[in-house]
């Protein structure tokens, strides 16, 4: 940040799965912003949603830098001009997607020369084969999640089960059984199909498939205040499991032979019952609190806990997945948290400027980034 001048930072995202919000939000707090986007896929950036000023201004999205692809962002070139930009780095789930299909996370956190908002030591936490991943956050934070099964062969009880997918390196193949010789069908059948490749199955996950409505507790730890945000709640749509959903029983019986896909489509606002907020917002404090114990200075900005609401008494949250960074739902500004907070509706994307602008005029950018 030395060379920076702290009165032209340009928040910047890859075109992909939260950018818009990030360009929107900057926009919002008088922050440049820019979108780096793959070839192939960049009019949505470049055309669609691209700022223009005159008699009707509108848009969002000031600047676009083209790669081939997304990998390319750690070439020294494209580092010396988001450099030269100004650029405080606003990494999604995309952004760790696609470089992972080419480089180790060390590469990633040395090769990213630009300040991130947030904490970059925090992204691989995600991937369950860390050291100190998201279950030994739990762990420490004693956070319920599903109960997890080592082995097929102790398949006792309904399970989800999560592999990777044979085709697509960033999706997971999902199947549900409840016995050992269920488990051994449905990988025969998914084998068959193309879909999962039974020698990657040694780092599927085996969980305990849990009966709940689901919702994903959208946070925002502020270092500037000390204070934990929930923005908004939100539940996801997925192909095709949300058009078996709908389906009469018999017909979906009739297409029992169809594997199951939880392919992210988008989200939809979802609220709580105002009892169960108290619990959400422990659920929260107990994570930044472990974050901050296994990998200083622990969560910067927003977060997500995704989770299950399983029956009691009392019901209660169970956290089936965590999201270390700025979530994929630009909707969750449409339930009422965030205006309960600051009196209008805050989307996660302005959230995001507003704690950059607080912390540079308290000279204090050093806390949220990394």
Known sequence: MHNYDPQKLTLCAIGSHSALEVASGARAHGLRNLVIVAKGRDQTYMRHFKRIEG??????????????????????????????????????????VYLRQKYSYDRIEAGMRVPFFGNRRLLRAEERDEPKNQ????????????????????????????????????E?????????????????????????????????????????????????????????????????????????????????????????????AGHIAATLTESMLEQA?????????????????????PFALQCAIVAGPPKSFVVYDVSLRIPGSPGTRYTPYSSYRWGRDISVGERIAMEIVMARDAGSLERILT
């Open 55 to 96: 008699a009707y201004p509108r848009g969002c999205v000031d600047e676009t830098l083209m790669v081939e692809t997304f990998p390319q962002i750690l070439d020294d070139r494209v580092q010396e001009t988001l450099l030269q930009r100004n650029v405080v780095f606003v990494p999604n789930r995309s952004f760790e």
């Open 135 to 170: 279950y030994a956050i739990m762990d420490e934070g004693g956070i319920r999640y599903p109960r997890r099964f080592a082995s097929a062969r102790e398949i006792d009880r309904l399970v989800m089960v999560k592999a990777p997918h044979k085709k697509v390196s960033f």
């Open 172 to 264: 997971r193949a999902f199947f549900l059984v409840r016995s050992p010789q269920e488990y051994d069908r449905e990988v025969e059948r998914l084998a068959a199909a193309d879909i999962l490749d039974p020698p990657a199955l040694e780092n599927a996950v085996i969980e305990e498939y849990l009966l709940g409505p689901t919702v994903n507790l959208n946070f925002f730890f502020s270092p500037v205040l000390g204070e934990l945000e929930l923005m908004g709640t939100d539940t996801r749509r997925q192909t095709n499991i949300d058009g078996l959903r709908t389906l009469p029983f018999t017909q979906a019986q009739a297409l029992a032979d169809i594997p199951l896909s939880m392919e992210e």
């Open 281 to 301: 917002f422990d659920l929260g404090e107990r994570l930044v609190t472990a974050a901050r114990t296994l990998t200083p200075p622990g969560i910067i900005g």
